[in-house]
């Protein structure tokens, strides 16, 4: 899928968690719900990493565009060598490390163990490149007619606004873990499900999606799961803009609603 259409998803996730611990009887705070919601929107879009024409890869200017290559010559490699007889040959890491759910797990306990023991710049500095990508990916019209200073920015402004409630009492610094020391290690949670999201997205695509990577299936390490093909559709196509876009958009305000106990 497209970048818009990952973010949606992504928010349209969280949302529903948001509203699923409600209806388990645990509400979150309302600053967890929209900080999640945005951060996960931010992450829908990251597992694009390994290819420079997508979003992140040029969302933070020459820093993305070293990290894409970086990336894209990693998975390749771990490819390379973890491939079967089955796998078939290819010549770059699309697709590939970074659409897997080992990766999704890694990156947000990656995420969550710095945002604890990082201090509130670490706190910040993860809140800061979630909320540029989640304004790329949602207010994609918008940010692709305003310049990168002014995106990033926008994410600097709402990142210090979005710490400064969460760290106020009962705002949710400390949701889901209560134990001192423990402030914001709820973080990488969208983080993984924001990734997550992204691949099963993927999967519904012609091409599938390696998720679940190391394990084998058949001669495949990395089988590209996804529905049967006449279910897939291209990536950007009007099934996706027409369909599934709007129905994220649906979802996501339900979710949302529930969440909060409007409905």
Known sequence: MMGPAHSLSGAAAWLGVGAATTAAGHPMPWPVLVVGALICAGAALAPDLDHKAATISRAFG???????????????AVYQATRKPGDKRRTGGHRTLTHTWLWAVMIGGGASALAVTGGRWAVLAILFVHLVLAVEGLLWRAARVSSDVLVWLLGATSAWIL???LDQPGNGADWLFT????????LGLPIVLGALVHD??????????PILWPIPIGRKRWYPIGPPKAMRFRAGSWVELKVL?????????VGGAAALNVI
């Open 200 to 209: 099963i997205g993927d999967a519904l695509t012609i091409s599938g999606c």
């Open 62 to 76: 020459p820093v993305s565009r070293i990290l894409c290559e970086i990336v894209d010559k990693m998975s390749f």
């Open 179 to 186: 134990a001192p020391g423990q402030e914001y290690l709820w």
């Open 163 to 165: 710490a400064g409630v």
């Open 245 to 253: 876009m709007p129905v994220f958009m649906l979802l996501g305000g």
